[in-house]
């Protein structure tokens, strides 16, 4: 079976740390390991984190030298990875038992696979189930996807030797760095739904989908989708040109209204139906 690699990007969140951490040694799927980035921490988060790990040699604790974000703590963390799986995990938010046995199987089906992605649950500050992320659903996965608005999140799985072929997350992103990750990934090939929660995500005042952050993640989104735009060698979207250079979030967002359409949406109701 595949050894999948638990990829955890780590900034001062030593306080939640042991919740990732039980999720991890709980999970029904035991041929795995944990590569920890620490991103130069300044609160007592590695005290926590190596007395929690102990003398467990499954997890693997590094350290930038600097605070270098997140976009370069999470291309280092697959740097060291070594299985042929790779997933990442927030600190602050932790896997139902079933998620790596649930994902790692669905690659023993379809060589072409290069990536999953399933449901995930909004947990509280303190992880208590609150409801299911609704917006995720099965995608149509061709030039003009590009999760926006978002369908496609946790629990994200993806093959180590695709990640390598592509030119890897963007080390100067401090945020949408995961929206960089799927773009890139599913230009190599089949992305598979697991219509099921695998994935608790915490909602708390310093997480990145709080109201400060919003405007910033934003613009870095946009910035990452007409990147793709232009990696794709899109010159038009639904008629409009695409800008040869970025100069602002709406006019990329602009690009995609269309897509949120109802009729946008019948005609990748029928695709899915009789793909």
């Known amino acids: 079976m595949n050894k999948l690699s638990i990829l955890i990007a780590h ?16 999970q029904t799927y035991k041929n795995w390991e944990v590569i920890i980035v620490d991103d130069a921490s300044t609160d007592n988060s590695i005290k926590i984190i190596e007395k929690t790990i102990n003398s467990d040699d499954r997890f693997k604790l590094y350290r930038n030298s600097s605070n270098k974000g997140c976009g370069f703590t999470k291309n280092e963390c697959i ?50 189930l609150q ?45 949408a760095v995961d929206q960089d990750l799927y773009l890139k990934i599913l230009e190599f090939g089949k ?5 099921e929660d695998l994935y608790k995500y915490r909602l708390h005042s310093t997480g990145i989908s709080q109201q ?15 990147e793709a735009m232009k990696r794709r060698g899109l010159k038009k979207i639904h008629y409009k040109d695409v800008p040869d250079q970025y100069t602002n979030a709406e006019e990329i967002y602009k690009l995609l209204n269309y897509q949120i359409k109802p009729l946008f949406r019948i005609i990748n109701k029928l695709k899915l139906i009789f793909r």
């Open 212 to 226: 400060s952050s919003k405007q910033s993640a934003k613009e870095s989104f946009a910035k990452v989708i007409h």
């Open 131 to 175: 409801k299911t992320f609704s917006a995720a659903r099965r995608i149509v996965n061709d030039r003009y996807f590009f999760n926006c608005p978002i369908q496609l999140a946790h629990f994200f799985t993806f093959r180590r030797e695709v990640y390598f072929k592509t030119k890897g997350i963007d080390p100067n992103l401090k945020n």
């Open 191 to 195: 992305v598979l739904f697991i219509n």
């Open 79 to 128: 740097k060291y990875a070594t299985g042929e799986i790779c997933a990442y995990l927030d600190p602050d938010d932790a896997l139902f038992p079933v998620a790596l046995e649930i994902s790692v199987k669905q690659y023993l089906f379809d060589n072409e696979i290069v990536a999953t992605y399933s449901k995930m649950m909004m947990c509280d500050e303190n992880l208590r």
């Open 11 to 26: 900034y001062n969140n030593g306080k939640y740390f042991l919740e990732c951490y039980n999720s991890i040694v709980n």
